[in-house]
């Protein structure tokens, strides 16, 4: 197994960074996780476009142009003789000073991993998952950014040990007005009367990939799509209930901290993104 590490492949067990890189020390850095499916590198421009983004966020240049990344992503595939993949592209502040200044740092650190992935077991696609809300607060635009994709994830962290303590697949998290903002990994959306609500940006959400596609299909489908605000209560009593996420997919949510969602059973709108959103990850994308 190859890992590409910095500027050459190496093999997976030589593959190390130094205790003094501050993606290591501090977090510092930005990442990715993208997926190939049959093939074919799901809206990899997107990903890379995000990437760059989150990067230029924290002052972080990718030493490497977006070609060229791109590039190094197929290689890494290919190399690996894979065709079905999750793949991690991580971009660190690389090797300086133990202070928290990242202007002792002078070479970006670039990983790019790729290995088979399944989150969840094939049944929860078909039977929907159970999530709770939990007491960790997603931070909104006004500290950092919840579009810049960081390496500093302890706060979803602690929502994924909050959700499994209390025996959930996944979790949500609100922000500190008490606002649905997100999963610890992915996007939700609630559907209630015929209308499909995901929280907007701004209230701490990354913008997903996974739920932009959803989206675009939703209009696509002739649905009444919005980026809206919503509280728990409106997910307690919504029709339906699902996640998105790179590493998700597309997946319905059947309970939500012990109320049944509509009646507990992955709903027709859902069913019906899945599909469309199965449909498109073959042909949309990177060969
Ligand atoms: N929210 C968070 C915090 C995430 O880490 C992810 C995963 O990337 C998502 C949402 C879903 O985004 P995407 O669909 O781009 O994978």
Redesign the pocket.
């Known amino acids: 197994k190859w890992i590409f590490l910095n500027d050459r492949f190496v093999k997976k067990e030589e593959a190390v960074v130094s205790v003094y890189d501050h993606g290591f020390l501090y977090g510092d850095g930005v990442f990715e996780?993208i997926r190939m499916y049959s093939g074919n590198v799901f809206r990899l421009d997107d990903?890379i476009k995000?990437l760059y983004e989150s990067a230029h966020s924290i002052m972080l240049e990718i030493p490497y142009t977006k070609e060229e990344l791109n590039q190094l992503i197929v290689e890494t595939l290919k190399k690996n003789e894979l065709h079905d993949a999750y793949i991690r592209v991580v971009i660190s502040r690389g090797v300086g000073d133990l202070g928290l200044s990242p202007f002792t740092c002078h070479n970006p650190g670039v990983i790019i991993i790729a290995e088979p992935l399944a989150l969840f077991p094939k049944e929860l696609y078909e039977s929907g998952i159970e999530v709770v809300s939990v007491p960790s607060r997603r931070n909104r635009s006004d500290v950092l950014s919840p579009k810049v994709?960081s390496l500093n994830?302890l706060n979803?962290i602690l929502v994924k040990i909050e959700a499994s303590l209390a025996g959930a697949s996944e979790a949500l998290m609100m922000n500190d007005q008490g606002y649905i903002a997100?999963?610890?990994?992915?996007?939700v959306f609630i559907i209630k009367d015929g209308i499909i609500k995901t929280p907007p940006g701004y209230i701490g959400?990354?913008e997903?990939?996974?739920?932009n596609v959803i989206i675009e299909l939703a209009k696509q489908q002739g649905f009444d799509i919005r980026e809206d605000v919503f509280t728990r209560h409106d997910v307690y009593t919504a029709d339906e209930v699902f996640l998105?996420?790179?590493?998700a997919e597309v997946i319905a949510v059947v309970k939500v901290d012990g109320r049944k969602i509509g009646d507990g059973q992955p709903g027709e709108v859902t069913k019906q993104l899945l599909t469309g959103f199965r449909n498109a990850v073959t042909k949309d994308g990177t060969k």
């Open positions: 996780g990903h995000r994709k994830y979803n997100e999963g610890s990994g992915d996007n959400a990354l997903g990939i996974t739920r998105t996420g790179t590493a």
